[in-house]
């Protein structure tokens, strides 16, 4: 009479590449892609995961392994999942699929993750102009909790989440996908839009055959060879989800996911032990492998119903989410504030995005006075559970955003007080060369 | 031996006009506008304000008074004040003034607010081109909470705040100001951030003589005419803080000020009994009159112990805060997700600008099924306690914004349903020139 | 249009004696103490209310106050207020009233308050046996926070609330008090249940004419001698709700209080700035004079739909409450644990009382090693926001008790490490006598 | 250089006996039980366990089993562990052993519970004079959620954590429990305080060699027979810890438990998924098979440093908790309150114990009128996240408890409304009989 623990639909071996799972993974967005698995609606079942790299990081104290990482081959996925009703038909387009994580966490036997941000020339992050080396550091979790070797006196519950949940896009969607990045790509250059400040990093990531995985379909074939060319890659979040790296997403929490083609085809991956609200060193979670346990159902027609589209097709739609219940808990914050004027001096129009970045520098600048490097402290704020806030969007010329650090992370005060601080001198001078490589 | 109840440094007579008071406001940061009050540090002391239109909004059903407002007379505020130690020696530049918000509230006596949208002539707002009227809903106070006439069926408790806080800046900072904002307003159309999906609403508030107060300073007179010339509008947050609308500054925050000038010469004003992040209506906030009770530490030394430079002097830095201890509490949030691909379908580069209104049009829009206009809608994100959050900013191109919206504070479920939605139909057809003008 | 400030209608000056009042005060329950004002359910009104002894503890250093208290005179409440419905008809017995408490917050003008322990011969208290004497700390109201200069190094934000609210007991449910508890005065001692290592506290309060006052009923009457014959003591809490001392009834929530005869006859007082569960030195939230800001609305037939009598007849119901959004957040604790085995070393049976008490002294000690007296931790746990909880109560023979304290209202880190704890030695040696006396 | 997974310390099979798993459980306290295992302090090691009846009820529609259990074999507890310090010195007495749950979970493959009530002549529970029989709930985890056939339209979140955790006793130490619990059983009906309302369960449970597991040591041995004789059951929550059944000892809390013998030999059992304070059905938590994950430090001579006796020797001690940070987040509580009035209408002195029994009792009825049998009310207010607390202990003659339980665990507003409730009449006539025999 009892429900069965949750059937593991999508299983992981760690020691094989993900490609040579006896479900293969893939790294693409594509209505092609073909479902390794079933599910019906109302049950509980388990996806395991890679990291998102693949196994290309190593558990040690070398940054070696993040300078020399592609891009072009992330990021593994599960999936995808095709899902049926109770009567056994598949999703239809224009239904909205409800996922909901049950629970989740690291792989058992693999309790660890990494924090890493990239080389200017391959990939940077959102302070790549401040911090051009790759970096890395390593957390063990004990539990709930995260700490790292690489950055003592540090350790905090995570707020665990997959960064990247999605559906499959229908062949439009997909094209639209492709022309808008396309566009940026030949003629950001050119463009008023442009984020300048926040350095040349790569305009966009194109469809590649190069590292390209497609799960079950085998490469080199005709067909392979088509998909490639033509599936987007996992990069950026979309209409359909996928990187969206929102880190209340945790346990308890549901997403509504427009379904674009029969059946849904779920998949999921990128699976993050914790993350700070804007993931900034963009390797910048603390990556690891992971579990999921998923319970979904349909809503007929639900896309129509609560998702309007906000562009010019049905298909310029976002999903929508519920938070969980069980969310770490702080009562302490110390925020850092930052407005749309860069480190140049220079006025920026309402941009929120200049705003944050100045925000993040204040609050590494601060807490590197307490006995820590700024590498180190780029890290943390990528990977533990603070808060980026649009606090004012309106007053011109100048967006305000916020980020929110709980101070209860550190084994030390962090607040401002009369007397100077002192702290515990941790940090030898730790030059990212030096630490790391 | 008992410590008095709060000394009123700054009182306010409703009944007269802003610089009618007996110690009267201004609406200008400037270091030359004299101090009202002194204040010593450990001192709880309590100041007035009236809201931030001086009273030019009026509690009625019209959004006239809304359309013709004159925002060169804003922000009226109260102020300066000069801190000075407990030996009695005055605030230095260079020191740190920590400014504990014990108290606020209301102005006893007149328990109401009002959160409006400007025309788009008039300064617009963060969707100006999707809302160009002005609107109006007015707010009235059962204690901790807020309910609206114009918007049926919600009622909250308020997350009340000061819009502004800040300390005069000096003649330098105001120099640096008063030449990044003209370099905008000058050459921003032909510039590369512009930020121009967010419609062309003013680039900059340059000083102005038009609307001038300065307090004590008679108008007309040769100082007047000399300050008003050069005093920095009141309306974008800066180094100072100054109009931040940080909705947590609330109940048992602290702000960590830096001074620029000898006392620093606090002022406070624009008050909010609630806002949601980024106060998206421009005039978002539920405004309304109300009192402050403060409580000042200075940190003598503390602006370079604690505050950065993030710029080209050692003026630019940011102030920080602490989170206070009492913010009402939700634990049920629908999230609405944004990315940085524009109503038209135009891909922008990692702008959480985009990002966010994308998630802002999303959320009016669903929230719209459930018997509201986007009117409605769109004035109540603007003030009711939402949190906009900047969920990922690295994933190229596409930059991810969130709004999280506590759904206990309407009378009715609003999270998806199997079943399609019937409302309470409130809203009949309420365009903006009906329902309000 | 708008709503007018809350309609004040019971006013309160604290240079008069209560019973001298515009509204004279009452300290009884009784059926024939008339109303003193009248409102009508969705009108927000406003009560003043003096301190529970009005007015006999004064802000000074000593004592002697306490030890002369005379507790026949006590708790001086406010109202009784007669509540109409819409159409102006009075609630009727078997309603249900719900009183939303808006607002609340000290007497303005009159910031402080005071937690005191009584003397073993004069009322006592939960630990009257270890701390006999009489003892007092004054609080000092800064906003939201409260400290005390006979306790140093801790400082918390309030969890306002009033120890009393009720409705007048009709007089069947007058004489089931009476009797039930002349029956505990009369044979306690001879009987099972004596909680008698509670040490021999007074055991019940009967009807005494000694101190009553009546509110507008002229003493000396025969009106007033016999009510004053017969009237309930306002100390314990009863079927009325009355003197329920629970400390989340704060702003925000909701009492639905049983209506016993026709207009409820609702009456209110004995603000708290703050209590810990148990309020365990009997006199022990901060004690203060203060408002409430109420609304009701009245349940037709709602005692009977949401009352169920638990008891020998219909009148033997409890109120019923829901919680406010805005209680003060604390996310660490620190919890002492009690079983029921008192100090002799005795087993009880399932008693939660004596385990909490248990857990009381538990953490009386344990606090003590941080640099304080016994008797001020006393004290502050009677006042500070601490959280009573029966943890286990069916493990025959332990009752286990817990009793959680937030660490966070120290200035000090209290909870145990590796090293020995050097606390502030704040305390010189501070027995009551000494101290306060 | 990675730690390893928690190192698997105490395996469990859930097809064999607690008694013959590789490493045999015990069901008693004393001193001569022999280790199981060693771990060294700041090692993360897991635990697994066995539900607290070792296996005696079945995941099934009938109660038969609950009525047919026998008290004398439980609880089957896993352990005792030596701890050693950092060189591989065991902990001593007199030292602290604080025990950080870094995670904690049901036994992979084995996802449910149950919540029964126990037959009056069987145990009974806190309310078994008005519940007499047998009943059942079992309860199926859905990730964090859990959910009930037999009580449909409530899901919650679990506060999992271990009913039991605990030292070993020395001989001292069990000389005075076996001592002081004998006197109660053997005087007790003699008394002055029986807690007699709460109906004549057993007093206590006395030592028996009846359905006694000594782990390694082998049945029927002489050193079986004699230890047999003199350990001290698992029931009560005593010095040692033991069954304190703390809700909020969930991951990431730690507990200081005082040592009392060389290794200190900790011991933990009773999982629970979830439990209301006062765990109130007896049975009453969601009981499973389940796993710890624990880390250990040792506080040398930390039982002197931080826990003064309170009772007539040294050894007159409890333990201290510290609260983690993931607890399930309610922010809406409905509040029953009792008062110490039995429902005879008989007065109790102060009596804790009997007014949490008539708040409880009134959560009861009030909640059965939203469909559901008292029968499986009392079910669910034993094992959903609710709190009972002592609000006043002072007001003599009444205690006053509360009972807070969080509305949105239910599918339905259970709010009291100015209509009439009408619920979804899930329930039938639920006697126990009927549903689950």
Redesign the interface.
């Given at each position: 009479?009892?429900?069965s623990?949750?059937r593991l639909v999508v299983p992981v071996d760690l020691k094989k590449k993900p490609w040579e799972q006896t479900l293969p993974l893939h790294n693409r967005w594509h209505p092609g892609i073909p479902p390794v698995a079933e599910i019906k609606v109302r049950e509980?079942f388990r996806v395991e995961m890679v990291d998102w790299t693949g196994g290309m990081i190593k558990?040690?104290?070398s940054a070696i392994d993040v300078k020399a990482i592609d891009l072009s081959s992330v990021h593994y996925l599960s999936g995808p999942i095709r899902v049926l009703d109770e009567e056994g038909n598949p999703a239809q387009p224009g239904d909205?699929l409800?996922v909901?994580?049950?629970?989740?966490g690291p792989l058992?036997?693999?309790?660890?993750g990494f924090t890493a941000s990239f080389d200017r020339e391959n990939g940077g992050?959102?302070l790549t102009d401040h911090f051009p080396c790759a970096t890395k550091a390593?957390w063990?979790f004990?539990?709930?909790?995260a700490y790292s070797?690489q950055i003592p006196g540090v350790r905090f519950?995570g707020l665990t989440h997959p960064g990247i949940v999605g559906t499959a896009p229908s062949r439009d969607l997909l094209n639209?996908w492709n022309d808008?990045?396309r566009?940026?790509e030949e003629n950001?250059l050119k463009q008023?839009?442009?984020?300048?400040?926040?350095h040349s990093?790569?305009?966009?990531?194109l469809p590649s055959t190069k590292g390209c995985h497609l799960g079950k379909i085998q490469k080199g074939t005709p067909e392979w060879e088509k998909i490639a060319t033509e599936a987007a890659r996992t990069?950026?979040?979309?209409?359909n989800g996928g990187?969206?790296?929102?880190?209340?997403l945790s346990?308890?929490s549901k997403v509504?996911l427009p379904v674009f083609i029969e059946g849904a085809n779920l998949s999921t991956g990128d699976m993050h032990f914790s993350q700070g609200?804007?993931?900034?060193?963009?390797c910048?979670a603390i990556e690891m492998s992971g579990f999921l346990?998923l319970?979904c159902?349909i809503?007929?027609g639900?896309m129509k119903?609560?998702?309007?589209p906000?562009?010019?097709?049905p298909l310029?739609?976002?999903?929508?989410?519920?938070?969980?219940?069980?969310?770490?808990?702080?009562?302490?914050?110390?925020?850092?504030?930052?407005?749309s004027?860069?480190?140049?001096?220079?006025?920026?129009?309402?941009?929120?995005?200049?705003a944050?970045k100045?925000?993040v520098?204040?609050a590494i600048?601060?807490l590197s006075?307490f006995g820590y490097s700024k590498e180190q402290m780029y890290l943390l704020l990528s990977c533990c559970p603070c808060?980026?806030?649009?606090?004012?969007?309106?007053?011109?010329?100048?967006?305000?955003?916020?980020l929110?650090v709980p101070t209860?992370i550190f084994d030390q005060d962090i607040?401002?007080?009369?007397k100077?601080?002192v702290g515990p001198q941790t940090g030898e001078d730790t030059g990212c060369a030096k630490m790391h490589l």
């Open positions: 009479m009892a429900p623990t949750p509980v558990d040690n104290d909205l409800a909901e994580i049950c629970n989740l058992p036997g693999d309790e660890w992050g959102f390593i063990y004990e539990g709930i909790f070797p519950p639209i808008r990045e566009e940026v950001g008023l839009k442009l984020c300048e400040v926040l990093r790569p305009l966009a990531n990069i950026p979040g979309r209409e990187n969206c790296d929102i880190k209340n346990r308890g509504y609200d804007g993931e900034i060193a963009f910048g346990e319970k159902e809503i007929k639900g119903e609560y998702l309007t906000m562009g010019p097709t310029h739609v976002n999903p929508i989410f519920e938070i969980g219940p069980v969310e770490p808990r702080f009562s302490e914050w110390l925020v850092f504030e930052g407005i004027v860069d480190e140049s001096g220079r006025q920026h129009y309402l941009d929120a995005s200049v944050y100045r925000a520098l204040n600048d601060y006075k808060e980026g806030r649009i606090s004012g969007i309106v007053d011109s010329p100048n967006a305000v955003a916020t929110a209860s607040r401002p007080k009369t100077v601080p």
